[in-house]
């Protein structure tokens, strides 16, 4: 079995291939990234020398090189995970949002259509249903709300679902889409929630929360995301979604006092800032259908992920403190720089 596992050396892609190292080491791993800001080879570093894995940098929008790898490989499956994934550099250029996260799904699934696939997987996220009222905790994302996208980013991916299951209907190609809440974990770029205030905390800089701190994430390990998709790739029934989360809905400000806790760092890092335009208030999965169909329930407890997590940052600081010290801190200072405190 030959699987192409796209935007392999960004933070989920990459667990998804340790993941996949570790529990089906007969599958010849490709991993294609463009090695964008959020893609590192140094992620890498333990499978790069394994007989079974190669790394090819690759843009997915590149259609003469999608298709000369798979004339090469063959692969039988194909996992798309890259993406632009921030929303904050979303609602600044939009535009290379759309090019990779809708034309790079799209090239990709015109290479499986010509070369043939066992299947072709579209890695989702939760936002594509929009957000749902903070007074109404009775209410779940369920596998048919309407997609109903606030960002760029949101929008780019609910348009390549949208593509993907119109490849489903009008060519037959045999997709599955999978739709998770928000991750956390080892190898996560530091301009995310928890990295970020990781990071910060630890150089007793300001923790810098959005408007109120109120909304609402549904926070999943990523390992565990990484076995749902294992999961669909298994057992799930081709044309179909997948909603994955765990019923761990957290506030912004609750998560960063965890954090300041578990540090020992005083609260009065934080600091209230301006808010992300367009903000979502809360997301909240509803997983029954992939708990029901195939047997997928989160296994890390959010206490002991967050404790896995901060111990994996404070042990490869390294990792972390290369990115900060490049390119990231103009990033930085574009987008909390004239923050405004509130
Ligand atoms: P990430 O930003 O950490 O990694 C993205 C990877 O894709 C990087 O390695 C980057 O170099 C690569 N990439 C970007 N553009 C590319 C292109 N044109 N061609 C090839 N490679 C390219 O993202 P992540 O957080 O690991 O998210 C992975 C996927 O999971 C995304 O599709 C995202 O929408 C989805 N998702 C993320 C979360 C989350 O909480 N992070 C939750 C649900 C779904
Ligand atoms: O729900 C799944 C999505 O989760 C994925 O599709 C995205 O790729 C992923 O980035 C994530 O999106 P969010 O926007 O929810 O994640 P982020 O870590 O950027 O922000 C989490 C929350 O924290 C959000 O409400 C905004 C807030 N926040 C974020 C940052 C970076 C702050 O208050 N301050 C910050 O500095």
């Not at 692969?75 to 949002?97: G, L, Q, W």
């Not at 090239?107 to 936002?127: K, P």
């Not at 760029?152 to 037959?172: C, E, I, M, Q």
């Amino acid at each position: 079995m030959t699987m192409i596992v796209t935007g392999g050396a960004g933070f989920i892609g990459a667990n998804f291939l340790f993941y996949m190292r570790k529990t089906h080491p007969d599958t010849r791993l490709i991993c294609v990234d463009k090695l964008t800001y959020a893609g590192n080879l140094s992620t890498l570093a333990t499978v790069m020398d394994d007989p079974n894995f190669r790394f090819v940098k690759l843009d997915i929008c590149d259609r003469v090189g999608v298709y000369q790898l798979f004339e090469e490989e063959k692969p039988d499956v194909v996992v798309n995970f890259a993406a632009e994934s921030h929303v904050d550099r979303s609602i600044e250029t939009p535009e290379v949002f759309l090019q990779t996260n809708v034309i790079g799904t799209e090239t990709l699934m015109d290479a499986c259509r010509r070369y043939g696939i066992q299947r072709y997987h579209q890695v989702s996220t939760d936002e594509v249903y929009g957000d749902l009222p903070l007074e109404r905790p009775d209410l779940f994302f369920t596998e048919e709300t309407p997609l109903h996208a606030s960002s760029p980013y949101s929008a780019s991916k609910a348009s390549a679902d949208l593509l993907v299951l119109a490849y489903h209907r009008t060519y037959g190609l045999p997709v599955t889409i999978s739709r998770c809440s928000n991750n956390y974990g080892p190898y996560q770029f530091p301009e995310k929630l928890i990295p970020l205030m990781i990071a910060n905390a630890l150089a007793d800089k300001p923790l810098p929360i959005y408007g109120r701190g109120e909304n609402v994430r549904d926070w999943l390990y990523v390992e565990d995301h990484c076995k749902a998709i294992d999961a669909i790739l298994q057992k799930g029934r081709v044309g179909q979604v997948y909603n994955v989360g765990g019923h761990n809905e957290m506030c912004n400000i609750d998560i960063v006092k965890r954090i300041c806790k578990a540090l020992d760092k005083p609260e009065n890092l934080i600091v209230h800032v301006e808010d992300r335009k367009g903000h979502d208030m809360r997301y909240a999965i509803d997983p029954t259908k992939i708990h029901r169909e195939l047997g997928w329930l989160p296994e890390t407890k959010f206490g002991d992920g967050l404790q896995k997590t901060i111990q994996w940052y404070l042990d490869n600081s390294k990792w972390w403190q290369d990115i900060i010290s490049g390119a990231y801190q103009d990033y930085y200072e574009k987008m909390y720089g004239k923050r405004a405190e509130v």
